[in-house]
């Protein structure tokens, strides 16, 4: 898993890079965690075209992540998923609470 | 003339064999020439299968083994993946959507209903002495030629 990330016009761009499955959990949901604690935007998108591969361990960190940014009224979106994410997205409900932003 | 085929790997319950298990049972079901969905959805299933062997079946810092076999059967794939753990106490419990026995683990609870979305039948047995997770999928894209 590789992340990369940038902030633009108040909003953090996250691009995650490779495959979230419980063997890539942790590392993700302590950088993304450290990434979040920048000040300085207000909305955050998550892009997914480089994500490889994802399962029900990813939804979790997802969720994880989200609980956090909540307490600072700062909204999650996720941007370009594949097909397979999409399913994985809609069957658990995700998009209820980190709508798909196009 | 019926086609059959089955492979079997042991390996240990560690999350970095998660992707061997993945790529593994995909290489070996390339032969019935699945569509690049039915794949996808077969190594969502195996992933969340050997995930729990990872997190659950072996809580102690002393990991055991996953025992994972692919069969084929005409156009059938039917796979289980075994461990030798502490087994599932409440099976019913465990694949009702977005239960989880480690919530503060920031787990979705979601696998078992990953597996059940993916595969077209999902059976688990569970004892004191380990879990095994039989699955099966018609892979629809195999022709009658393909098979025969």
Same mark, same amino acid.
Not at chain 1, 5 to 19: K, M, N, P, Q, W
Not at chain 2, 5 to 24: H, I, Q
């Given at each position: 898993?590789? #992340? !990369? @990330?940038?902030?633009?016009?108040?909003?953090?761009?996250?691009?995650?890079?490779?495959?979230?499955?419980?063997? @890539?959990?942790?590392?993700?949901? #302590?950088?993304?965690?450290?990434?979040?604690?920048? $000040?300085?935007? !207000?909305?955050?998108? #998550?892009?997914? +075209?480089?994500? +490889?591969?994802?399962? @029900?361990?990813?939804?979790?960190?997802?969720?994880?992540?989200?609980?956090?940014?909540?307490?600072?009224?700062?909204?999650?979106?996720?941007?370009? $998923?594949?097909?397979?994410?999409? !399913?994985?997205? !809609?069957?658990?409900?995700?998009?209820?609470?980190? $709508?798909?932003?196009? | 003339?019926?086609?059959?085929?089955?492979?079997?790997?042991?390996?240990?319950?560690?999350?970095?064999?998660?992707?061997?298990?993945?790529?593994?049972?995909?290489?070996?079901?390339?032969?019935?020439?699945?569509?690049?969905?039915?794949?996808?959805?077969?190594?969502?299933?195996?992933?969340?299968?050997?995930?729990?062997?990872?997190?659950?079946?072996?809580?102690?810092? &002393?990991?055991?083994?996953?025992?994972?076999?692919?069969?084929?059967?005409?156009?059938?794939?039917?796979?289980? &993946?075994?461990?030798?753990?502490?087994?599932?106490?409440? &099976?019913?419990?465990?694949?009702?959507?977005?239960?989880?026995?480690?919530?503060?683990?920031?787990?979705?609870?979601?696998?078992?209903?990953?597996?059940?979305?993916?595969?077209?039948? &999902?059976?688990?047995?569970?004892?004191?002495?380990?879990?095994?997770?039989?699955?099966?999928?018609?892979?629809?894209?195999?022709?009658?030629?393909?098979?025969?």
């Amino acid at each position: 898993m590789q #992340i !990369k @990330s940038r902030i633009t016009g108040g909003v953090l761009y996250v691009l995650l890079c490779g495959e979230l499955d419980e063997h @890539s959990a942790a590392y993700t949901r #302590i950088t993304l965690d450290e990434i979040f604690e920048k $000040p300085d935007f !207000k909305k955050i998108i #998550i892009d997914l +075209s480089e994500l +490889s591969f994802m399962d @029900s361990t990813g939804i979790g960190v997802l969720i994880g992540r989200y609980k956090r940014m909540k307490d600072r009224d700062i909204p999650i979106y996720i941007s370009n $998923p594949s097909a397979h994410a999409e !399913k994985i997205f !809609k069957m658990t409900g995700l998009y209820d609470i980190m $709508p798909k932003i196009v | 003339m019926k086609y059959s085929n089955y492979m079997e790997v042991t390996f240990k319950a560690l999350s970095v064999n998660e992707g061997f298990a993945r790529v593994c049972v995909a290489s070996f079901c390339v032969q019935l020439e699945p569509s690049v969905d039915e794949i996808t959805d077969i190594k969502t299933a195996v992933s969340e299968a050997v995930t729990n062997c990872v997190v659950h079946a072996y809580p102690t810092s &002393v990991k055991g083994d996953v025992i994972l076999r692919c069969e084929l059967e005409d156009d059938v794939v039917t796979i289980t &993946v075994t461990d030798k753990g502490v087994g599932i106490k409440d &099976v019913e419990k465990a694949r009702e959507p977005f239960y989880t026995s480690k919530p503060s683990a920031e787990r979705s609870g979601m696998g078992f209903t990953v597996m059940e979305s993916f595969m077209d039948d &999902v059976q688990v047995l569970s004892n004191s002495f380990g879990t095994s997770v039989k699955m099966t999928k018609r892979i629809k894209s195999v022709s009658s030629e393909k098979v025969g």
